[in-house]
């Protein structure tokens, strides 16, 4: 069984202050028995998307590795845990919404960055946000095959079916996820058919609290590979969401017994 912990918290707009409570919840689901800890979509900062950036200019972007980055890795390598953050990332004249994974021996796996950029009402990143540069990146981690789908990108099936094509045993969700934005329930259902279709758990990390414009959801979830949800955290509070998985599922559901092997990608090219 692999242990794992989706970190739910709300931004004040001290960063220190949200890095500060991170590490203390991450230590706090190491010492549970955590071996992967997630967290949500620009944990440590206010969601500065919610307005446009002529009205509110955005935070300092840095480095991967940075100052961030060197504060988990620390972390990671001190507990064995694998760690999935997400930043706002500078490189030369580009930012990106970023999620750096983090080994378990404290080693940088690598980066994914965002790649479909949603412009709306209280999610302008379009004026924040490059799109992203490094395809959809599926890492060999301590704790199995592990991809991330940051936010919007969970929207596209062919981003989620590229995961599973190349072999993901976890697809991680770094949310910004707000109360009343989609029907209840669809957020889940399509996390459910993803992994049921491509043969992965997958777990959903969300933002939670009142800011700005926008009150984010919580309700942080995981589903495994036969499409069920198997955990799921309360709405509207701090919490750390804690999941046992089964991975003797993953070789045992229908996408990796059936799906994925009569597969014919010749007959319908995207």
């Known amino acids: 069984m692999l242990k ?55 935070p300092p972007a840095e480095s991967v590795p940075g100052p961030t980055t060197e504060v988990f890795c620390e972390l990671a390598r001190k507990h064995g845990i694998v760690i999935v953050l997400n930043l706002y990332e500078k490189d030369g004249d580009c930012t990106y919404d970023s999620s750096p994974v983090i080994d378990a021996d404290g080693k940088l796996a690598g980066i994914t960055r965002m790649i479909h950029i949603m412009e709306g009402p209280g999610f302008h990143e379009t004026d924040f946000y490059d799109p992203g540069n490094l395809g959809a990146p599926v890492f060999q981690t301590s704790i199995g095959r592990l991809g991330v789908a940051i936010c919007y990108d969970r929207h596209f099936p062919e981003y989620m079916r590229a995961l599973g094509v190349k072999g993901a045993d976890l697809v991680v969700v770094p949310q910004a996820g707000s109360v009343g934005e989609w029907p209840a329930g669809v957020f889940e259902a399509e996390l459910q058919v993803a992994g049921f279709q491509n043969g992965y758990f997958a777990a959903l990390a969300n933002r939670v609290g009142a800011e700005e414009s926008l009150t984010f959801a919580g309700e942080s979830f995981v589903t495994d590979p036969f499409g069920r949800v198997i955990a799921r955290a309360a709405a509207g509070e701090d919490c750390t969401l804690h999941a046992e998985l089964d991975l003797s599922l993953l070789e045992r559901c229908p996408a990796r017994r059936h799906f994925m092997r009569d597969r014919r990608p010749g007959i319908y090219p995207l």
Request: glycine share 4%; no cysteine; hydrophobic share 50%.
């Open 4 to 58: 794992i912990a989706l970190i739910q918290q709300h931004a004040s707009a001290d960063r220190e202050t949200n890095v500060q409570r991170g590490v203390l919840a991450l230590e706090q689901a190491a010492a549970r028995g955590a071996r992967l800890a997630v967290f949500p979509e620009l944990a440590f900062l206010r969601f500065f998307p919610q307005r446009r950036r002529d009205v509110q200019p955005a």
